[in-house]
């Protein structure tokens, strides 16, 4: 969980700010490999976060419903993120 947590923010950086020269043949490769790198953060973030969830919950229904309500919650939580940084940005 903490390699993706150390992954995820480098490769998005290095998403919007190359951090090698990219002339038009490479940059298609610099984009897959660090959507690559993106997508693997993501998995070594999201597999253990979903796992250690049997762990706080005991009870099988509770534990069904908190993988259901997990979608809308990541939806909740990235509308009043940004929400907030529109209006710090702008």
């Given at each position: 969980m903490y390699a993706g947590l150390l992954l995820?923010?480098?490769c998005f950086y290095a998403m919007f700010n190359p951090v090698i020269d990219l002339?038009?043949?490479s940059a298609f490769w610099y984009v897959?490999?660090?959507?690559l790198l993106i997508r693997?953060?993501?998995t070594l973030f999201e597999v253990p976060s979903t796992a250690l969830l049997p762990d706080l919950e005991?009870?099988?229904?509770?534990?069904n419903?908190?993988?259901?309500?997990?979608?809308?919650?990541?939806?909740?939580?990235?509308?009043?993120?940004s929400h907030h940084q529109f209006?710090?940005?702008g």
């Open positions: 995820l923010p480098a002339d038009p043949d897959l490999v660090v959507a693997t953060g993501t005991q009870d099988y229904d509770r534990r419903k908190w993988l259901a309500d997990t979608p809308r919650l990541r939806l909740v939580r990235w509308k009043r993120y209006f710090l940005l």
